[in-house]
């Protein structure tokens, strides 16, 4: 790259930063650079990752029944709208990307819970499976752009998002763009809202236990759930639990340090007391939210809020010699890449088609599409599901007596780039959007803490 190249670079990325950040991100530029200059990194480009989306094998035969009259009763084909809240891993940050440079772009196109590009045999999303028994289906997102864009459509997440912005943003943003969709009718399709947050709390529950406490999370959650209940009739919410982010400490090198140091110190590169305070956590978080859905306030004819386990097991993969197997990851080694959001539709999609109680609580790679079937044709709800006895308790992750839910409960990549000065410059941009948006709506509030009672 030479000096007029990388200015340009230097200029883009800095326009996405706010004017309130500019300050704190010109200390972090210098201290990222001497940082990196003491270290001496040198880009590694053996390791980088196909650009191109990842298809899904599928050989399921697509049927249709009457159409469903209640949530219990929903299959694939009755579903006519896909949508999405959440942070910069429903976002697809840096799912496309081949270089640190690229890797600011959301690619929502090939989101594994709400992307739509092309079809299944190309790009693995849960709507384009989706696709494959209702091909009217709409509200996924294409290509490129940010949450305002018109590709974004119902995939409303913004990159930095923590749990509170989903019901004071992001999910008035998505039903005001409903409402304004005139392919959509509100009272009468089935839709598919798929919620995931948490790691950015995650992240900042160190510097902050109270405002990001588990009981906290639970009530930000609650309130979106509420949201949704009172506006959006005729919805299944696939509640997808945080990722333990202290997995992603596991990605280790100079760049992956470096990025993990200004962007989730917390759970990766902080002291050994603070990342087992974020591990704990993330345990507390699905606990918290295994209590609300277990008191029954989202079960309703045309309603239900079903947890998807499939992330408890979330680890970095890993290669024959036994090192963690970056393709999965985006370059800024915090994000998915398309092969990992493959692997995160196929987890979504396996978990809405088995029992509660009987859902797959890993990420098992490579694994096949399950098919629904004549005795199990619907997508399962507490309702319809069989009863069970025993399974796992999705909070600690052990093998134990179920408490009659299932709960549940990647962001991680490989380091490229084009010297040491546009690396760094990449390292705190990509650090300080995170740091605004967090910080935006945390700033100066006072907790809020949930309690359980009857009037949740």
Not at 63 to 83: C, F, G, H, M, R
Request: aromatic residues 8%.
């Amino acid at each position: 790259m030479d000096r007029g190249q990388l200015l340009v670079a230097i200029v883009t990325l800095c326009l996405a930063i706010t004017v309130d950040g500019q300050a704190d991100w010109m200390a972090n530029l210098q201290q990222a650079i001497n940082e990196g200059l003491a270290r001496g990194y040198v880009s590694n480009t053996s390791d980088i990752q196909s650009v191109k989306p990842v298809p899904i094998p599928f050989s399921c035969e697509p049927y249709s029944l009457a159409p469903a009259q209640t949530v219990n009763e929903l299959t694939p084909a009755d579903i006519k709208v896909v949508a999405a809240i959440g942070d910069s891993l429903t976002a697809a940050m840096g799912a496309k990307a081949c270089t640190v440079l690229t890797n600011l772009i959301e690619y929502r196109g090939v989101s594994w819970s709400i992307g739509g590009d092309d079809d299944i045999s190309i790009s693995g999303t849960m709507p384009n499976i989706i696709k494959k028994y209702n091909p009217g289906v709409i509200g996924y997102a294409i290509k490129t752009g940010s949450e305002d864009s018109a590709n974004a459509r119902f995939d409303q997440a913004v990159s930095g998002a923590i749990a509170i912005d989903l019901w004071e943003n992001q999910i008035r943003a998505l039903l005001q763009r409903m409402q304004q969709d005139t392919s959509v009718n509100m009272q009468t399709d089935w839709k598919v809202i798929t919620v995931f947050v948490g790691g950015n709390d995650l992240c900042a529950f160190c510097k902050d236990q109270t405002v990001y406490s588990a009981a906290n999370y639970a009530a930000h959650i609650k309130r979106t759930l509420d949201f949704i209940k009172a506006n959006f009739p005729r919805t299944f919410v696939n509640l997808v639990h945080t990722i333990d982010i202290t997995e992603e400490g596991k990605l280790r090198g100079l760049w992956c340090d470096l990025v993990h140091s200004y962007v989730c110190k917390c759970g990766t590169t902080g002291s050994e007391a603070d990342v087992a305070m974020t591990k704990q956590a993330a345990v507390d978080y699905r606990a918290a939210l295994e209590d609300l859905i277990n008191s029954g306030l989202y079960e309703a004819d045309d309603f239900t809020v079903v947890i998807q386990p499939f992330s408890v097991g979330l680890t970095p993969p890993l290669k024959p010699d036994g090192e963690p197997d970056k393709s999965y990851f985006a370059p800024d080694c915090f994000h998915l890449s398309t092969k990992g959001h493959k692997e995160m539709a196929v987890g979504l999609w396996n978990n809405m088609v088995q029992p509660v109680g009987e859902k797959s609580t890993d990420w098992t790679l490579n694994q096949p599409v399950i098919c629904p079937s004549a005795s199990g044709p619907y997508f399962y709800t507490k309702k319809n599901s069989p009863a069970q006895k025993f399974g796992v308790n999705f909070a600690s992750g052990e093998n134990g007596q179920s408490r009659s839910s299932d709960l549940l409960p990647v962001y991680l990549g490989v380091g490229v780039g084009t010297g040491v000065l546009a690396l760094v410059v990449v390292v705190l941009v990509v650090g300080v959007v995170i740091r605004k948006r967090r910080q935006k709506k945390a700033g100066e509030r006072m907790p809020l803490v949930y309690h359980k009672s009857t009037d949740m």
